[in-house]
Protein backbone atom coordinates (compact mmCIF):
# COMPACT_ATOMS: atom_id res chain seq x y z
CA UNK A 1 0.00 0.00 0.00
CA UNK A 2 1.47 3.05 -1.01
CA UNK A 3 1.64 6.27 1.44
CA UNK A 4 -0.86 9.00 -0.11
CA UNK A 5 1.64 11.73 0.66
CA UNK A 6 3.99 9.94 -2.02
CA UNK A 7 1.46 9.56 -4.84
CA UNK A 8 0.42 13.80 -4.47
CA UNK A 9 3.91 15.36 -6.45
CA UNK A 10 4.43 18.28 -3.69
CA UNK A 11 2.28 17.26 -1.09
CA UNK A 12 5.34 16.81 1.66
CA UNK A 13 6.75 20.46 0.17
CA UNK A 14 3.64 21.89 0.88
CA UNK A 15 2.65 20.68 4.10
CA UNK A 16 6.26 21.61 5.25
CA UNK A 17 5.64 25.29 3.82
CA UNK A 18 2.41 24.88 6.26
CA UNK A 19 4.05 23.60 9.39
CA UNK A 20 6.96 26.82 8.80
CA UNK A 21 4.27 29.27 8.55
CA UNK A 22 2.17 28.00 11.47
CA UNK A 23 5.46 28.17 13.29
CA UNK A 24 5.89 31.65 12.41
CA UNK A 25 3.11 32.71 13.08
CA UNK A 26 3.53 31.11 16.70
CA UNK A 27 6.92 32.80 16.98
CA UNK A 28 5.78 36.29 16.01
CA UNK A 29 2.81 35.65 18.85
CA UNK A 30 4.76 34.88 21.78
CA UNK A 31 7.08 37.86 20.48
CA UNK A 32 3.54 40.22 20.59
CA UNK A 33 2.97 38.67 24.00
CA UNK A 34 6.27 39.18 25.48
CA UNK A 35 6.26 42.64 24.62
CA UNK A 36 2.56 43.22 26.34
CA UNK A 37 3.89 41.65 29.32
CA UNK A 38 7.12 43.89 29.24
CA UNK A 39 4.70 46.98 28.98
CA UNK A 40 2.53 45.20 31.81
CA UNK A 41 5.44 44.61 33.56
CA UNK A 42 6.98 48.12 33.23
CA UNK A 43 3.73 50.29 34.19
CA UNK A 44 3.00 48.16 37.25
CA UNK A 45 6.65 48.66 39.03
CA UNK A 46 9.08 51.04 36.76
CA UNK A 47 6.57 53.55 35.01
CA UNK A 48 7.55 56.57 37.17
CA UNK A 49 11.25 57.96 38.40
CA UNK A 50 11.31 59.44 41.88
CA UNK A 51 12.64 62.84 41.45
CA UNK A 52 16.20 63.57 42.46
CA UNK A 53 16.77 59.85 42.39
CA UNK A 54 17.53 56.95 39.42
CA UNK A 55 14.77 55.00 41.50
CA UNK A 56 11.73 53.79 39.99
CA UNK A 57 8.24 52.89 41.23
CA UNK A 58 5.14 51.67 39.10
CA UNK A 59 1.44 51.64 39.58
CA UNK A 60 1.75 48.40 42.25
CA UNK A 61 2.63 50.68 45.29
CA UNK A 62 0.70 53.97 44.45
CA UNK A 63 -2.80 51.85 43.53
CA UNK A 64 -1.52 49.80 46.90
CA UNK A 65 -2.51 52.99 48.60
CA UNK A 66 -6.33 52.63 48.53
CA UNK A 67 -7.64 50.78 51.50
CA UNK A 68 -9.06 47.59 51.08
CA UNK A 69 -9.71 47.06 47.29
CA UNK A 70 -6.25 48.76 45.63
CA UNK A 71 -3.99 45.46 45.67
CA UNK A 72 -6.75 43.03 44.32
CA UNK A 73 -6.63 45.07 40.53
CA UNK A 74 -2.76 45.06 40.88
CA UNK A 75 -2.86 41.30 42.04
CA UNK A 76 -5.75 40.40 38.93
CA UNK A 77 -2.89 41.65 36.26
CA UNK A 78 0.23 40.40 38.37
CA UNK A 79 -2.13 36.91 37.85
CA UNK A 80 -2.17 37.62 34.11
CA UNK A 81 1.21 37.81 33.79
CA UNK A 82 1.79 34.26 35.19
CA UNK A 83 -1.33 33.12 33.18
CA UNK A 84 0.65 34.29 29.99
CA UNK A 85 3.80 33.22 30.83
CA UNK A 86 2.21 29.47 31.60
CA UNK A 87 0.68 29.90 28.15
CA UNK A 88 3.35 30.43 26.52
CA UNK A 89 5.14 27.59 27.35
CA UNK A 90 7.63 28.37 30.68
CA UNK A 91 8.41 25.25 32.64
CA UNK A 92 6.20 24.33 35.32
CA UNK A 93 8.68 25.02 37.62
CA UNK A 94 9.44 28.63 36.61
CA UNK A 95 5.53 29.00 36.96
CA UNK A 96 5.74 28.01 40.48
CA UNK A 97 8.52 30.38 41.10
CA UNK A 98 6.39 33.02 39.56
CA UNK A 99 3.23 32.07 41.53
CA UNK A 100 5.62 32.22 44.28
CA UNK A 101 6.55 35.98 43.89
CA UNK A 102 2.93 36.57 42.76
CA UNK A 103 1.30 35.41 46.21
CA UNK A 104 4.38 37.02 48.47
CA UNK A 105 3.77 40.63 46.57
CA UNK A 106 0.00 40.27 47.54
CA UNK A 107 0.26 39.01 51.07
CA UNK A 108 2.50 40.93 51.94
CA UNK A 109 1.22 44.12 49.68
CA UNK A 110 -1.55 44.28 51.50
CA UNK A 111 -0.67 45.12 55.33
CA UNK A 112 -1.21 48.91 54.90
CA UNK A 113 1.88 50.99 54.01
CA UNK A 114 4.31 48.63 54.85
CA UNK A 115 3.47 46.40 52.49
CA UNK A 116 2.75 49.18 49.53
CA UNK A 117 6.98 50.02 50.82
CA UNK A 118 7.41 46.60 50.15
CA UNK A 119 5.35 46.69 46.74
CA UNK A 120 8.23 49.41 45.46
CA UNK A 121 11.15 47.63 46.57
CA UNK A 122 9.89 44.03 45.33
CA UNK A 123 8.59 44.61 41.90
CA UNK A 124 7.42 40.91 41.51
CA UNK A 125 5.49 42.18 37.83
CA UNK A 126 9.26 42.70 36.20
CA UNK A 127 10.46 39.72 38.02
CA UNK A 128 8.02 37.87 36.95
CA UNK A 129 8.35 39.11 32.95
CA UNK A 130 12.11 38.43 33.05
CA UNK A 131 11.80 35.04 34.41
CA UNK A 132 9.41 34.18 31.50
CA UNK A 133 11.49 35.81 29.13
CA UNK A 134 14.60 34.01 30.24
CA UNK A 135 12.64 30.61 30.67
CA UNK A 136 10.60 30.66 27.19
CA UNK A 137 12.78 29.15 25.24
CA UNK A 138 13.61 26.33 27.54
CA UNK A 139 13.52 23.00 24.94
CA UNK A 140 11.17 21.42 27.95
CA UNK A 141 8.88 23.91 27.37
CA UNK A 142 7.95 22.84 24.06
CA UNK A 143 4.47 21.65 24.72
CA UNK A 144 2.14 23.36 26.69
CA UNK A 145 0.79 21.01 29.25
CA UNK A 146 -2.96 22.42 29.19
CA UNK A 147 -4.00 20.42 32.95
CA UNK A 148 -1.24 22.55 34.39
CA UNK A 149 -2.72 25.53 33.00
CA UNK A 150 -5.91 25.43 34.03
CA UNK A 151 -4.84 24.53 37.34
CA UNK A 152 -2.55 27.76 37.34
CA UNK A 153 -5.69 29.90 36.31
CA UNK A 154 -7.85 28.16 38.46
CA UNK A 155 -5.25 28.61 41.29
CA UNK A 156 -4.77 32.15 40.49
CA UNK A 157 -8.43 32.75 40.65
CA UNK A 158 -8.67 30.97 44.40
CA UNK A 159 -6.33 33.51 45.47
CA UNK A 160 -7.89 36.56 44.29
CA UNK A 161 -11.06 35.77 45.67
CA UNK A 162 -8.95 34.30 49.19
CA UNK A 163 -7.98 38.28 48.97
CA UNK A 164 -10.89 39.68 48.44
CA UNK A 165 -12.65 37.79 51.23
CA UNK A 166 -9.85 38.81 53.34
CA UNK A 167 -9.53 42.37 52.52
CA UNK A 168 -13.80 42.01 53.03
CA UNK A 169 -13.71 40.57 56.54
CA UNK A 170 -10.66 42.72 57.67
CA UNK A 171 -13.16 45.92 56.84
CA UNK A 172 -15.94 44.25 58.72
CA UNK A 173 -14.03 43.71 62.00
CA UNK A 174 -12.81 47.13 61.83
CA UNK A 175 -16.38 48.20 61.39
CA UNK A 176 -17.62 46.01 63.97
CA UNK A 177 -14.67 47.29 66.10
CA UNK A 178 -15.43 51.17 65.71
CA UNK A 179 -18.76 50.79 66.43
Known amino acids: M ?3 AETRPGAVERANEESDTTSAARVAEHAETLQRLHRL ?4 DNSIRIPGTNYRIGLDPIVGLIPVVGDVPITAVSAYI ?4 AYLGVPKVTVLRM ?3 LVVD ?12 FDAVWKANARNVRLAEARRGDPRAE ?7 T ?7 VLLLALGTASTLAVLWLVGRLV
Open 143 to 149: ELDRRFF
Open 106 to 117: ALVGSIPVVGDL
Open 151 to 157: LVVGGLF
Open 82 to 85: VAEA
Open 2 to 4: TDP
Open 99 to 101: LFN
Open 41 to 44: GRLL
